[in-house]
């Protein structure tokens, strides 16, 4: 279990990390989304004892990573694919790796079959590597001392489609016989489909952590009518929430059956009507994280 509690990291006047608080369970995925800047790679740097916190603490096992006796074993970290030695061949990395945690040598093999990487390939050097094959060689390093926890960060970049869809079953696998997942991604395709769990950070602070399934049901319902200004006061009459998009569209709480029935009552002619959910990750990720969009602070 990876456990954070009241974390805040501020370098001077900057605040990266403002009082973040969650958890990542055993036999689950838990997504941390972001956009850049948002404060997911300082704090998962705090978890691994890369950067110090200002304030509040984060644990694995209920342990800080510097008081585990052999890390490895433990928890698996890939932070940056490109922070390998670029001289070193594949092979080279993982056996440094096998035999600082005192592992047996045939595990180096293992891993390099489990990521998919070639006999010819892992004698290459890292210099001559693609980013994708770097991230096989990080998360082969992240997996070789068999570890309870793993923590990513952007793992799927510079991997194919074949190669996303290999690293999504792996961590599944994973999650499944009982280890603990904390994967960040910008890729929200790839979280919305192999995460149970997701907290989203903007601006340093917490936004919304859940369940995936509580969170998109929360997103409520979107619809669209001829008359959308009758629509929204004939909703506020049954005392729903009802906000109205510049561009016509109406977005409540209420459930799609409960606006249909009103919109059928009051005469209105609906053009669109859907649970928001069923725009998925993507477009709650936007909403929550809006102020902290580059683009966004930008307009």
């Given at each position: 279990?990876?456990?954070?509690?009241?974390?805040?990291?501020?370098?001077?006047?900057?605040?990266?990390?403002?009082?973040?608080?969650?958890?990542?369970?055993?036999?689950?995925?838990?997504?941390?989304?972001?956009?850049?800047?948002?404060g997911?790679?300082?704090?998962?740097?705090?978890?691994?004892?890369?950067?110090?916190?200002?304030?509040?603490?984060?644990?694995?096992?209920?342990?800080?990573?510097?008081?585990?006796?052999?890390?490895?074993?433990?928890?698996?970290?890939?932070?940056?694919?490109?922070?390998?030695?670029?001289?070193?061949t594949?092979?080279?990395?993982?056996?440094?790796?096998?035999?600082?945690?005192?592992?047996?040598?045939?595990?180096?093999?293992q891993?390099?079959?489990?990521?998919?990487?070639?006999?010819?390939?892992?004698?290459?050097?890292?210099?001559?590597?693609?980013?994708?094959?770097?991230?096989?060689?990080?998360?082969?390093?992240a997996?070789?001392g068999?570890?309870?926890?793993?923590?990513?960060?952007?793992?799927?970049?510079?991997?194919?489609?074949?190669?996303?869809?290999?690293?999504?079953?792996?961590?599944?696998?994973?999650?499944?016989?009982?280890?603990?997942?904390?994967?960040?991604?910008?890729?929200?395709?790839?979280?919305?489909?192999?995460a149970?769990?997701?907290?989203?950070?903007?601006?340093?602070?917490?936004?919304?952590?859940?369940?995936?399934?509580?969170?998109?049901?929360?997103?409520?319902?979107?619809?669209?009518?001829?008359?959308?200004?009758?629509?929204?006061?004939?909703?506020?009459?049954?005392?729903?929430?009802?906000s109205?998009?510049?561009?016509?569209?109406?977005?409540?709480?209420?459930?799609?059956?409960?606006?249909?029935?009103?919109?059928?009552?009051?005469g209105?002619?609906?053009?669109?009507?859907?649970?928001?959910?069923?725009?998925?990750?993507?477009?709650m990720?936007?909403?929550?994280?809006?102020?902290?969009q580059?683009?966004?602070?930008?307009?």
């Amino acid at each position: 279990m990876i456990t954070v509690d009241s974390l805040s990291v501020t370098y001077g006047r900057f605040t990266a990390v403002d009082d973040v608080s969650f958890t990542a369970r055993p036999g689950r995925v838990t997504g941390f989304l972001g956009p850049n800047g948002a404060g997911k790679s300082t704090t998962m740097r705090v978890m691994v004892g890369l950067t110090r916190p200002t304030h509040g603490s984060a644990s694995i096992s209920g342990r800080p990573y510097a008081e585990l006796p052999n890390p490895g074993l433990e928890v698996g970290v890939l932070l940056d694919a490109s922070a390998q030695h670029a001289g070193r061949t594949g092979r080279e990395i993982l056996t440094l790796a096998q035999r600082t945690m005192g592992l047996p040598s045939a595990r180096v093999d293992q891993m390099l079959q489990r990521v998919s990487l070639t006999g010819s390939e892992a004698d290459r050097r890292v210099r001559n590597y693609s980013l994708g094959m770097r991230q096989r060689l990080g998360i082969a390093t992240a997996l070789i001392g068999d570890p309870e926890v793993l923590i990513l960060d952007e793992p799927a970049n510079g991997l194919d489609p074949a190669g996303i869809r290999w690293m999504r079953d792996l961590l599944r696998e994973y999650a499944d016989q009982g280890g603990t997942v904390l994967l960040s991604s910008h890729l929200l395709h790839e979280i919305e489909v192999i995460a149970d769990d997701l907290v989203v950070i903007g601006n340093g602070r917490i936004v919304a952590q859940g369940t995936k399934a509580d969170l998109l049901a929360a997103a409520g319902t979107v619809v669209r009518a001829a008359n959308p200004l009758v629509l929204v006061t004939e909703l506020e009459r049954t005392g729903v929430t009802v906000s109205l998009s510049p561009d016509g569209t109406v977005r409540t709480d209420a459930d799609p059956a409960h606006v249909g029935q009103v919109a059928l009552s009051a005469g209105i002619a609906l053009t669109e009507l859907r649970s928001a959910d069923s725009a998925g990750l993507e477009e709650m990720f936007l909403e929550l994280t809006a102020e902290s969009q580059r683009e966004g602070a930008a307009a």
